[in-house]
């Protein structure tokens, strides 16, 4: 597999909007710098198998964020009958709080459709604050408790979510709440 570096680009064109963001599906050969936001992101990293095993499923899908080129930024999500399932979700760290997150929530977010998937949930640990706090900010909500929910550690996490009309956006699915 060809072996892509990630190099820093000049972020000044960056606004907090994410100007300059490109996201796309992404494909196989994004897997080295998927795997590099993976492990410096995450105490706990997916494997690459974690992902291909994941990825192989029909119903889940993985998007990339390209900044310069470069591959800044992936998410995980997987297609239910009501809703969309976030697995998961990160932005390089060099290139976070410029809106690059925020840009590819948003091309989640206009994917729902009020008559048909009209939430998104996702699993956040008790401790990932920054994440919370994100997701927060682009209109989710703590709405359970999952205790024990993770293998590798005894953290609970948060189940947030986000929904077209608790967001007020029903007929506006392309605005991002909050
Ligand atoms: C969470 C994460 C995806 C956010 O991505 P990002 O591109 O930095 O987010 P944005 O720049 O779009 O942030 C939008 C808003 O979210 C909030 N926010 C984002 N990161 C924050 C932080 N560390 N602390 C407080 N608020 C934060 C702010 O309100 C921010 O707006 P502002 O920068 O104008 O204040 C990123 O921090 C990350 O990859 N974290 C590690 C992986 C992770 O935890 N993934 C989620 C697993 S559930």
Redesign the pocket.
């Known amino acids: 597999m060809e072996k892509r570096i990630v190099t820093k680009p000049s972020l000044s064109a960056l606004t907090?909007e994410?100007a300059g963001i490109h996201v796309r599906w992404m494909i196989r050969r994004d897997m080295p710098d998927v795997l590099a936001i993976e492990h410096e992101?995450?105490e706990f990293p997916w494997s690459e198998e974690d992902f291909t095993r994941s990825l192989r499923q029909r119903t889940c899908i993985g998007m990339v964020a390209e900044y310069a080129d470069s591959v800044v930024?992936f998410m995980i999500y997987e297609l239910h009958r009501t809703r969309l399932h976030?697995l998961?979700?990160?932005?390089l760290r060099s290139?976070?709080?410029?809106?690059?997150?925020?840009?590819m929530l948003r091309r989640l977010i206009a994917k729902l459709a009020p008559e048909r998937r009209s939430r998104i949930v996702?699993?956040?640990?008790e401790t990932?604050?920054?994440?919370q706090?994100?997701?927060r900010?682009?209109g989710f909500r703590a709405v359970t408790v999952l205790r024990d929910f993770y293998r590798d550690s005894d953290e609970d996490a948060y189940l947030m979510q986000f929904g077209l009309e608790a967001a007020g956006v029903a007929s506006e699915p392309r605005r991002l709440a909050g």
């Open positions: 907090s994410g992101a995450f930024a976030v998961n979700f990160a932005v290139h976070r709080r410029l809106g690059i997150g925020t840009q996702l699993e956040v640990r990932n604050l920054p994440a706090l994100f997701f900010a682009a």
